[in-house]
């Protein structure tokens, strides 16, 4: 079987993006590869994972272990509190399948190391696949049952994480399959049933049947059962599967034909008929007969024959009542789904932690339908990949045969950048979770994804952003490469920038903004919005200027309100935070930079040597056109007085070996073990250190231990001026003697 997790990554829309958006892309893929035109050296790096030492870049001080003392989280005006009310952020990873059920040896050594870089809370990941790579048994006709082993690996593993300070959050309906034993009509083309799952009886029934047996399962480790274990933080219900997404992207025509279809495929003719039974149930409730012969008679049907649902090639044509007859059809199943599994969750199992729908994805489309539902709920989402990889099916075999991204800098284009995509979504009242996030491997750019999203999620006072995935396979005994796009364990940029990533969000180093500019939407205005362009992404709000989440909180009021009204006009660039602490600009010649300035974390992201911007304690005379740096107090310390300093300096990151193609947008040879990083090199100077006698550099290895001996910085009249690249690294602790 292909990998299930790689078919669930693929965004659908991007073939429709690309050829629309080829010209800026092609221009962009200039840009890049202009400023990268220099080859560099790449030297190996590798990230450890089987001993897990006491680093000295240790941020495991922002977590509270362990979790669940004195009750559960809940939601208090709009934000996630502790049983004693005091506010709390997630900083999380992803685990998906064999990663997220570890061995017992290996269990340990994964959450010291995800706590020692401030991870505090995972996503477990497509728990509903078959043993090993999930907990559902094998050694039967159906997938009714869970495997104990399976189970046994999970219950160890979550009370190691809970012990260390972090939280879980279980998810549900992921890549479950079925077998003829479950009783599920025509199951062997269905795939991973998305949209069906919202409306089949059988395929509901199935769901809370899963549900129940995970939910009331016993932990022996923890002595206590999942729904009531206040260390579990969150349950998702599904995972971007929206019954209405589907419609908007032709799913629900009946054409599919072929057994094991993958994940995004059409449904099969009998679940089509079933729809559209279910939808003219629904019209005669709502609609006087006349309305509906009128319609019949629109579609080129005649008599009492049940009226057609539209397809997506019809949307424009279809006339409003009608258009939004149907769309208001979808988003009433999807409500009914939300509240009634609510009502099951909560009223027949008696689930205590907070609970999720579903989340706002594929933001080439809009995402205020699914939103509508998904905010019925405890908690709102979201995900978002900066250049999800497109991937190439061979016709012949109908297998992958690669893929694409375009591979240039978000820097450069802020408009459409992962933060104001995900800006969109936040709803007021809700707490805002990003459950999935990612710079995918290859892209030649990703060291900028973690620190600007970091610092961007403080400034829209969002609660969690989980980073996807920390693998999809066992971590602790994988080879040092990265094995997959959405790898984190083996990435030596994006793991030690977790760490200072922590401190930026958790700690709050980055202020929220001091204003929060609100929006409402009528339900015509969500309905329609299905029809606006996919040029109007990722608001579709026409007119609303997509600079404003660069300078100010989003958030949505109502989804039943007053419509959208107007917004101040396009702000002149630099666009710079209301609280003055964040600034991103744009160069002359299109390149970017992400200056983050506050008391107790600085950075610059992007195009640094073009820009020669500064913070209040740092510059950069590197020579690497693309870098990105941050300093970060690691004690209560502003920089300017801390004694300890956490510094990441990091660009590129590849595997051995690895073979772009000439234009940089594929990979003709994935590479091998081990990992290699283009190291910073140059010269940073830290700025109005107070009373500083000395400063000393301490590199780090990939598990966070000290390589070397420290290197002194050198004092100078403008600051302390120290040399990076030797040795190599990605990160060092600095010590400032006073």
Known sequence: MNNPVQGLRQNRNLPKLATAASSLAA????????????????????????????????????????????????????????????RLRFWGVNLTMQAGLPSKDAAPVVAANLARVGVNCVRFHFLDRPAPTGLIATNRNDTRALAPAQLDRLDFFIAELKQRGLYSDLNLNVGRSYKAGDGVRDHEWLGFAKALTYFDARLLELQREYARQLLTHRNPYTQSEYRHEPAVALIEFVNENSLVEAWMDGRLLGGNTNKNPGTWTDMPASYAEALTAKFNTWLKDRFPADTLAQWRGDAGVAGEALVPRLKPKEFGKASKERFHAEASFYLDVEREFFTGMRR???????????????????????????????????????????????????TATGRRAGFTIPNTPMVNDPLHSTVVQLSRSAVAGKPFTVSEVNHPFPHEYAAEGIPILAAYAALQDWDGVFWYTLGHRDVVSAEPKVAGHFDLASDPVKMCQLAAGALMFLRGDVQPARRTVERSYSPEQVRESIRLPWTERPYFTPGFPLSLPLQSAMRVRSFDGPPTGTFAAETNWPARSDTGELVWSLAPDKTGLVAINTPRSQALVGFARSQKQQTENLALDVENPFSAVTLSALDAQPIDKSAKLLLTACARVANSNMQWNEKRTTLTSWGRAPTVIEPVAGKILLRNLKAAGRVTAQALDGGGRAVGAPVAAENSESGWRLSLGEPVTTWYLLTVER
């Open 344 to 394: 099951f969750l909560r009223e027949d199992l008696g689930v205590k932690p907070l609970l999720a729908g579903n989340s706002d994805h594929g933001h080439s489309r809009t995402g205020y339908p699914q939103l509508a539902g998904i905010a019925l709920l405890d908690v709102v989402d979201s995900h978002v990949y900066w250049q999800h990889p497109n991937y190439v099916t061979d």
């Open 27 to 86: 221009l962009l893929a200039a840009l890049a590869l202009n400023t990268l035109a220099a080859e560099p050296v790449l030297r190996p790096f590798p990230v450890e994972w089987r001993a897990h030492p006491q680093s000295p870049a240790d941020v495991s001080f922002l977590l509270t272990a362990p979790v669940g003392q004195g009750g559960f989280i809940r939601s208090q005006d709009g934000h996630f509190v502790r049983p004693d009310g005091k």
